[in-house]
């Protein structure tokens, strides 16, 4: 079962995160983990010594970085003292500056919250997006006020049963690894969802390549036995791992749905009312600096629950600890 060693929160004091910073301290307790809790600063222009009316914003920054530095050692003292819980301030542009300390520091969770109005409006196109492409290690982003424990974690998992892929398999393994570890932890349901189509079935149906449909409903229940075979391996092995007795106690419900996986999950998710989805991010389109793929990116664009990123074994992020 995944533990996490070294947890890194985000604190934003102008998003209600004491929530969030209540679950990343369960978390680090279940664990017995490490919780790190940063904030932080932008960058000082660079005359930053310049005088304007008597004040420089070098004068200006010292009160600034105190009062943080006092609201972070103030929601750390706010937790329980049975798990090391350490504190500083980071400075620079928000993804950049915690990737960086997640390289820096080994770190191997980073938890962050996004602000609840607008969720996805905050999360597309902004630094949030940048660390779902580009941290190496797994990336939670929680929904502010989401009191009490998950009641529903939902695991997406991918696989191509023509062209299985090691690196998949991995990126599956790590996916049903963490969230076991998470559902044990909240005490929630694990859902396990795999979409899947059958090619050429539109095409099989109408058009110039019409076959009959008793054919084509042979060929599709076929495509369907195959992807639930592999579906059920996938969490046979998972459990053999876990030891049976973990698994009767979470009884992971698997959900294979039938078509697009951009919109039946999202579908799903709404469905069934799922707190967490968890989801495996896999760059395929190697252009440098892009990293989820285009499935990922639209599923991300129709959900509103709290999201836990991965990225397969082995992934290099684009950003050096220099910039």
């Known amino acids: 079962m995944k533990r996490f060693k070294n947890i890194l929160f985000v604190a934003d004091f102008e998003t209600q995160c004491s929530d969030s910073f209540a679950r990343a301290v369960a978390l680090a307790e279940h664990n017995q983990a490490v919780l790190t809790v940063v904030a932080i600063m932008a960058e000082l222009p660079g005359d ?17 970085r105190d009062k943080l530095q006092q609201q ?22 928000t993804f950049l500056a915690l990737i960086q300390e997640v390289i820096i520091k080994k770190m191997d969770l980073l938890i962050k919250t996004v602000a609840e109005e607008k969720f996805l ?24 006020y989401q009191q009490g424990k998950y009641q529903k974690i939902l695991a997406a998992v991918d696989f191509d049963v023509f062209d299985p892929k090691a690196e998949d398999n991995t990126l599956n393994q790590q996916l049903m690894e963490l969230s076991l ?5 909240e005490f929630s349901e694990l859902h396990i969802v795999h979409a899947w189509q059958a090619y050429g079935e539109s095409s099989l149906r109408s058009g ?3 076959q009959p449909k008793a054919s084509v409903d042979a060929y599709v229940e076929e495509i369907q036995v195959k992807h639930q075979q592999q579906l059920n391996d996938l969490v046979e092995a998972f459990i053999n791992k876990a030891g049976k007795e973990t698994a009767e106690y979470i009884k992971p419900q698997l959900h294979l749905i039938k078509g697009n996986a951009a919109h039946k999950i999202p579908e799903l998710v709404k469905e069934q009312h799922i707190d ?9 389109t190697g252009l440098s600096g892009f990293f989820m793929g285009n499935t990922s990116e639209t599923i991300l664009n129709q959900i509103d629950c709290s999201v836990l990123a991965v ?13």
Not at 48 to 62: E, V
């Open 311 to 323: 990225k397969p074994e082995g992934f290099i992020s684009p950003v050096s600890i220099e910039e």
């Open 72 to 93: 972070l050692d103030d929601l750390a003292a706010s937790a329980k003292k049975n798990i090391l819980i350490k504190t500083h301030i980071l400075t620079g542009k």
């Open 48 to 64: 930053y010594q310049q005088k304007i009316n008597g004040f420089s914003l070098a004068d200006l920054n010292t009160p600034v």
């Open 121 to 144: 409006d905050r999360l597309l196109g902004s630094s949030d997006m940048h660390l779902l492409r580009k941290c190496p290690c797994p990336v939670w982003l929680m929904k502010p």
């Open 208 to 210: 110039f390549n019409q």
């Open 276 to 284: 967490l989805l968890m989801m495996g991010t896999v760059g395929r």
């Open 181 to 185: 570890s998470l559902a044990l932890s």
